[in-house]
Structures are given as C-alpha cells and as structure tokens.
C-alpha cells in the first residue's frame, strides 16, 4: 500500500471529539495506529486539507497534529511529496527475536503448539505396520505418498471443495510448505502482502527470497475490503500470504463476502493468493460456515496450505499444499534442492490419524475451548486492564495492552518465569508494540500459572538474576 | 579454477606418441579431459609455446591441435587473453534433468538408494514406545533430539573424531543440511569448488543460492593435490563441497596425505570446507584406514555432513551436520525459515538403530559386495568394451563409454525398461558426456537384468513406443 485516502484514515480512527486539545487526541490516535500495524509504515497519509474536510474540523487542527507526529517521528515529510508513515525507533531487534531463554523452567508461552492428540500413539503402531510395503523401493516421493494425498485430498472435499489427489503436494511441515511455494514464485523485489499482524515465520521466508513486505493492517474483527484491495493495486502484488481461516494471531475468520471479494480483486490485480490454513479446522464455538479460499477460485491462483501439526502435533512435521496438479509436480521438483521428500513413516502415521478425524477434531474443540476459558478467565482476574476479543476459533488470544510496551513486558516475564511472544514479532517495522500474543494451546492450569506470573512481571519490572541461554522453539 | 600449467595440462594427457598426426590425438586427448570433465570448462590453456616445450613437440602441432579443437567449439579464443576450454553445445537440458518417466516398470537405475535395512522394523516398533516423552512437549526441537545427538557425536568419537552432542544438528536428510549450511554461508557470486563427477543436487543448492560453480576434476584414482589447490586459490573459493570419503559417483577415497594438504590449503585460501560423508559409513572391501577429514582441521573450517540413508533408509528423511556448536545453533535459527525441526519419531528411530550399528554396516556391506559383484559380472559379460574401476566403497560405478555419449544411452534404455544417469547429470556445463553411473544398491537379479537391457539398447537404439510421463525419484 503506498496511500491512505482521507476516508479511510477517518474510519481507522476513534478520536474522542471532547478531547482537548483535539489536535493531540488526533496525533495520538494516528500514532497508536502506525503503532498497531493497522496503518502500514512507509504509506503516505492525505493531504491536511483532505483529512480536515473529512473529519470536519479546522486545517490548523490536522496541522498541528501532524506536526506533533513528525516530531515524534511518525511521520516523515519530503520535500513535495507528502508526509510518510515511519516509526520512531525501528525496533533494532537482535539477531533473531524468536531466540529466548530456555531449558530453565520458562513457560513457553511464545509458542502456540498443542500438546500431542491422544490418539497419536496407536496410529503410530499402525502405521509402523504399513512401512514393509515401501521398504524395498527407494523411500523418496517427492509429491507425498499417494495413500495420504488421497486422505488430504478427500478432505478437502468433504469441505465442500473438490480436489483430486494429483492435486496435493505433501510437505515437511507447513513452514516447509511457504518456503516451497515462495522460493518457486516470489523474485527479488517481488511484493508480497501480508497480513499486520501474522504468522511470523512466513515473513522471514518472504525476506529470505528478497520480497518487498506489504503489511495490511487487520483487527480481531478481521479484513477491510478495501485497505486489502487498495494494497494489492497499489504495491502491485505478486503474491498475499493471508489467513483467513483464525488468522494467527488474532483467530479472525474471513466471512464468504470478503472471500469471494479478495479472490475477485487479486484476480484483477493478478496477484497469487497463498492461504494458510494451519489452523482452519480448529474453531471451538459455533462459526458461520464459510466456504474454502479456494473454492472462490476461477483461474488457479489461490494456493492452500495445510498442516498436521496443530490437530495432531507439530513433531510430526507434515503438512502440505493444494494446488494445481502442474505447480504441485513443479514444487515436487523443486524440493529436490530441499529436502527431496518427507519421511515415509510420518505420512503413514498422519494417513492412519485421518481414519478418527471427526473425533479428534471434537476432541481438540474441546480442550482449547476449555484452556482457552481458562485463559480468558485469568486475564480478567489477573489484569482487567488488557482487552481482547474471545476468538472462535484458532489457538491464541491477541491483547492490547493498556500501557507500556510488550518488548519490556517480555523482558520483565522471562525474569518471572514466562516466554513471551511480543506484538513486534507477528509484523513489520516494530510495529504492534502495544500487542502481546498468548497461546492457549497449553492446559488450562499452566496458562492460569503462567498469567499470575505475567501480573507480576508487569508489576515488579525485571527481577533478580536474568535467565540466561537462549530458546529455539520457534513462534509458530 | 582460472588457468592450467603446461605441466599440469601434460600429466592429465594421456596420448600415444606414435599416432599420426600426433596433433589430432593430441587435440582428441584435450577434448576427452574437457568432455570427462578433468579440465573445466572456461579455464585458460597454457600458451602454444609453453605446451610444446612440455610436451616436447614443435610448436605447429601444438598450434594445429589447438586449431582443431577451436574448430570443433572446444577452444574459445580472446584477443590477448589466449585460449579457453569450452564446449560445443552445452547440453542444453530440459527444465530439470532428474526427471524421467516413471510408474511404467522401468528400472530406477538412475537412483542411488538401496532399500531398507531389515533392522528398520523392530527399530520403529521400540521407538514408538519412546514418543510418550515428548508427546506433551511442542515437538520442536530445531537442533534435533539431545538423545539422537549423543549417539551421533558417539559415533564420531568412535571413528577417531571427539565430538559433543552440541555439535550436532540434526537435519531432515543431508540434502537438507546441504541446503542449510549453504543458506547460511554461500552468497550471490561466491565461487564454490566441486568435484568434477559429483552429487548433483549439491550443485543445485549452491546454484540456487547464486554460487559460481568451479568444477575440480577427480578421477576414479581421486583427487590431484595441485589441482584441488590451484582451483581455491585462483578462484578465492569461498567453500568447497567435497565427497572424501566415496565419492558418489566414482567411489574414490581420499588418503591422509592429500586429506591433510588439502585442509592446509583450504586454511590459507580461507575456503569452507563442506565434507560430504553420506557414504562414508559403506566400505565393501578392506580400505586403508583414513581419518575424518575434520581430523585434520584446526580452526573450525571444516564441516561435516552425514545421513542416516545409506545405512539405514533414505525413506528417513534424517541427516545431521558436524560442525562447531556455535555454527550448529545458527543453523538451528536458519531452519525456522526452512522446516522448524525434524520429526520427533524418525529421530527416535535412528537412535534406536544405533543400537545395532556396527551389525548393520556389516549387513550392508555384503549387501553391496555382492550387488557390486553381480554387477561387474554382468557388465564384463554384456558390455565388455566399457572401463571402470571397481570401487572399494559407495554404491556406485562410474563407467567409461568406449563410444557414442551416455545420454543417448539413457534416451534409447529408457524405450528397453531402464532408467539411467548419463554422466552430465554430475557435472556442470554439460561435461561428462563419455560416463554413465550405475548404482549397485539393487539386488543382483535387478542388476543383471538391467545391464542386459542397457546391452540391448546399445545395440538397437531407441525401439517401440517413448516411454510417457516423468518421474521426481531424485539422482541421489
């Protein structure tokens, strides 16, 4: 997105029109905003004249707004064009963010991975059964073992979306997946939306193969058609990575006419939709029946991504993509540089958990309902001063903070015993600092644990001897 | 490498001073090493001058052999910068040359691969009974499972090599640690040297990385000292990706001697060194005893790469790097863009498999012998006009074609049932045209009966209808 019209600045905003000085109330909430990742860095706001008219108060009112965000240094002005977004401090995180203390006694409440099913173990007895009929060939499928494309495929149909089996390409884990999908069709320069905030590790990839990030700025309410529209014309997207099946963080879910709208757009704009549904058969309540991304496709371009890891568990390392049956033999082939293929063994154990999957998708609705009531029921306890939506579905919790940032925040957590994902790490540009993630894919009485201790840590700041090491579970 | 010596140029040839006229041989000799890849491609040729005085012939033959070879496209010339090798029609391949039909009976003689040991099965069925330990972690452990990393630093430690488990990282396969220590290490325009025959996808992953590929001839004898060295410290190599131990495809093993050289040089020209030990573990015949090229190393610049697919099962997916604990745990970060972790069960797996280690290499290594035997057998039978040497270890045969080029070969065995890779596949710049590798990880039966098909195609060329459809089985 390279613009914000007037109008859409106007609905962004919730200014109190009492506040005095007016100018001041506006400043800030354009700042919190910038801050929230809902208004990209780098875009450029309306002329003072526009968002005057449009908000209906003086010129020198938005003036003097605007003033104070450059002072403050979000925003930027050059010489006849404009004033830009930017932010203060680009958070200069270290070397990597998602590296923590670890092997300590921290709770890991920067990751959101479930526990593993129940029923895990005997389909793992089972499958050990199904290995001698592979064990005289050379183990390698690169597109996936033609039994477990047919379960995946046929789920897909049971949603509502037909699929063939040529059309499902088995991967090693859905992050395996992105890197596959991006590495065979995002360029050097490429731009590539995503969503503000989400899935961290998707923009690393995205980084990695040199794609220019183009954050569209979302709310647990979900997607505006628009500010979505206007950034794929604007940026000319190659690609958008969106999840609109309980988007991580927020668990937002995308109803059918947003659906239908997106695909309608980037059809126009011919940009790529990657979309990850990691989470999509994880609602707890009742939701609205929406139909599949893909089922909203004319001309192949909506690209879906799926995993076992959070109906299942994430050790099993399986995921996979639904596609053409052409680009998924090209991505076969193109993992030949990877990983050439995904372990024989894991597929069969994740085709044998495909026989109970109604059950264990019952049964996982049941426990994150529960640990997230738990979660819910904590947070009011402990700090009724953050505010959050209650998701439907999906498996963590997206908090504004009342105060501070969620940076120190962390920092203060790891000292009282907590791993904390802050919101920095699910955008760009240090944006989202008033945004701490909680999963609650862990039981309810650690998350009741681990919430006493965040109180705490918010209360008495950073204490005693800091905790040392660094952690490598990633933030998925 | 940017230029060779008369000298070194003289030992390669191999020409029968009493042909007439001596030019042609001569000229024929120079194609031969430029085809088999023992000169690359786009090096500099001594001066005519100098080549004469070396080979002690007038200098007109050496002009009128340079003037043939010119002609037929194997010399290129520049004004003032003398002579350079190339080749006349890089074999301009199809999008990607590892495909090829498949699931229409043919032959997988194109793939490395041998089945699964008979251990595998027992050991699956033991480690399914370890998973309960993990089952309420996340499942991720990017650096791979400490249990797995002690019996891997172990077993180095047994080879001669003291290691700690924080040295190991454990991959999804070694094409997969290839992939990550080049992620990590090789950038746009770096030169990194191969062997000239060598694994093909490693090429890829440097390729894909922007690597300019310096090939190093070796052959079936193994590596020239003089040249390895002239090739880093021309080309300021930033890496060097070497299979010592067997390499695949020739089974050439490095002795002490030139393992030491060439970690010495490797010091002073500052290149990395990516060892390749995939086959390390295969030894068929009695072999002198050599020492880990990381036992050479004395300041970290050596890393090694081994897998669990040749003893065990490529089925696995599981490979590991050898290096300092610090690189390993930057690998570690590296992969949250790549795959996260491994799978939970394969590692267990492959930890129980080394329970019975040193049974296992001994089962394999009279599986191969005896594959290997039937093999030679049924070449000097069928194809009497074809050299090799039998390699002590591996489980591969790089064969000289006495005439034609092996990709022919390979079209018109595909039409008799088998599926081949021509010696370009292991080369770069479509060098490499005269071999053909042929795995021995087939039973006997399948062997024979594959070298009677390749006899036949040979003899009638391509026959009956084109074989249709491709296959995505790597050329491991």
């Not at 600045?9 to 801050?35: E, F, K, N, S």
């Not at 904390?420 to 309810?444: H, I, K, M, N, S």
Request: glycine share 8%; charged share 20%; hydrophobic share 40%.
């Amino acid at each position: 997105m390279r613009h914000l019209t007037a109008t859409q600045i106007a609905r962004l905003l919730d200014v109190d029109r009492t506040a005095r000085p007016y100018y001041r109330a506006l400043a800030q909430a354009v700042r919190g905003l910038i801050r929230d990742g809902q208004i990209p860095v780098h875009v450029r706001m309306p002329a003072e004249r526009h968002l005057a008219e449009t908000l209906q108060v003086s010129r020198t009112t938005v003036t003097a707004a605007y003033d104070q965000l450059r002072e403050q240094g979000y925003l930027g002005s050059r010489q006849g064009s404009g004033s830009w977004t930017s932010l203060p401090d680009p958070a200069t995180t270290s070397d990597n963010p998602w590296l923590s203390v670890d092997d300590d006694g921290l709770l890991q409440l920067h990751c959101a991975a479930p526990p593993a099913t129940s029923r895990l173990q005997p389909a793992m007895v089972a499958a050990v059964e199904d290995v001698p009929r592979y064990a005289m060939g050379t183990g390698y499928d690169p597109m996936g073992l033609p039994h477990l494309r047919e379960r995946i495929a046929a789920r897909y149909t049971e949603r509502g979306l037909a699929t063939r089996p040529e059309q499902i390409l088995v991967t090693t884990g859905s992050q395996h997946a992105i890197q596959l999908v991006m590495s065979l069709l995002v360029g050097q320069g490429d731009p590539v939306i995503v969503e503000s905030p989400t899935y961290p590790h998707a923009i690393d990839v995205a980084r990695q193969h040199g794609a220019r990030i183009v954050p569209v700025g979302i709310s647990q309410e979900g997607w505006q058609l628009d500010l979505v529209s206007a950034a794929m014309r604007q940026s000319g997207a190659r690609m958008a990575y969106l999840m609109p099946d309980f988007n991580n963080p927020t668990g937002a879910l995308m109803d059918d006419a947003t659906r239908a709208a997106i695909v309608g757009e980037a059809r126009r704009s011919d940009t790529i939709l990657l979309i990850d549904e990691t989470w999509a058969e994880l609602a707890m309540d009742e939701v609205p029946r929406t139909a599949a991304m893909a089922a909203f496709d004319t001309d192949s371009r909506v690209i879906s991504i799926g995993s076992a890891s959070k109906l299942w568990w994430g050790g099993l390392r399986i995921g996979w993509v639904r596609t053409t049956a052409a680009l998924a033999r090209r991505l076969a082939v193109q993992r030949s540089a990877v990983d050439i293929a995904s372990p024989v063994l894991e597929q069969l154990v994740v085709a044998r958990l495909f026989d109970e999957f109604a059950q264990t998708r019952a049964e996982r609705s049941r426990t994150l309902r529960a640990s997230r009531d738990a979660l819910v029921a904590a947070l009011r306890e402990h700090l009724p001063e953050w505010s959050f939506s209650v998701p439907r579905g999906g498996g963590t919790l997206w908090i504004r903070l009342d105060r501070g940032g969620a940076t120190p925040l962390a920092e203060a957590a790891a000292h009282h015993g907590v791993r904390l994902a802050p919101g920095p790490w699910f955008g760009v540009d240090g944006a989202l600092e008033g945004y701490l993630r909680l999963p609650f894919t862990q039981p309810p009485q650690v998350l009741a644990e681990g919430v006493a201790k965040i109180a705490e840590a918010r209360r008495r700041g950073p204490v005693g001897p800091r905790p040392t090491g660094a952690s490598l579970i990633p933030t998925v």
